[in-house]
């Protein structure tokens, strides 16, 4: 199933006394890649936790799905947990896809999609490790593989590839290339520039606020990156500016 087109308008936020997101207007086509890329600080993980409804924020945010809504996968920054606990890969991917308790082992009906899951990212072989035993780039597979199931139609990714080694790199170039095939609408949080120029439908530069959204190609220019790493948002606490709650709404819902 194809994912959906993301719309968002005017959409704020502001943590105690500090705005962090300045009126974002943004339009994620259905079925695309669209990388989100900016300077550490300039609120791209906060836009992130606001489309996963983890921010309270001003403004309009609606998924607009061309069928019925579908599966919302998420791939967080960093997995942090007990590295102490005797916790294995399969009883991780347990956890993340199955109602039943993980200590009664995997379900029958979840053991052949977590098989293919970790083959897909290349960890089929690490599946009794401990997670805490893992290398970051090796926890962040895991989280790609819980990723995949169910199949979801919209991915959410926040610098997947930041502990990637080369061979996690192929992994996750792979991933997109299927996540594409399979008309999944994919948001990705990126600081490799090289990756989004080859890998991206479309790229959004955020300092706080949208400097520049359009085609990797015409967009990461010099000119654009200097602009977009030495932008200042605006500073409209002191205009009194006010704005409507929030709404979240799925067209198709």
Known sequence: MMGPAIDLQQVALTLGQTRILYDIDLHVPAGSIHALIGPNGAGKSSLIKTLMGQMPHRGSLTLTWPDKPGVIGYVPQALEFDRTLPMTVDDFMGVMTQRRPAFFGLSSRNTGAIDDALTRVGMQHKRKRRMGALSGGERQRIMLAQALIPAPALLVLDEP?????????????????????????????????????????????????????????????????????????????????????????????
């Open 161 to 253: 590839m930041a502990a990637l080694d080369e061979a996690g790199v192929a992994v996750f170039e792979d991933l997109l290339g299927y996540w594409r095939k399979q008309e999944a609408t994919v948001l990705w949080v990126e600081h490799d520039l090289d990756a989004v120029r080859r890998l991206a439908d479309r790229v959004t530069g955020l300092n706080h606020q949208v400097i520049f959204d359009g085609p990797p190609a015409e967009m990461l220019s010099a000119g654009q990156l200097l602009t977009l790493f030495s932008a200042h948002p605006r500073r409209r606490e002191a205009s009194g500016e006010t704005g409507g709650a929030a709404t979240l709404s799925r067209a198709a819902a």
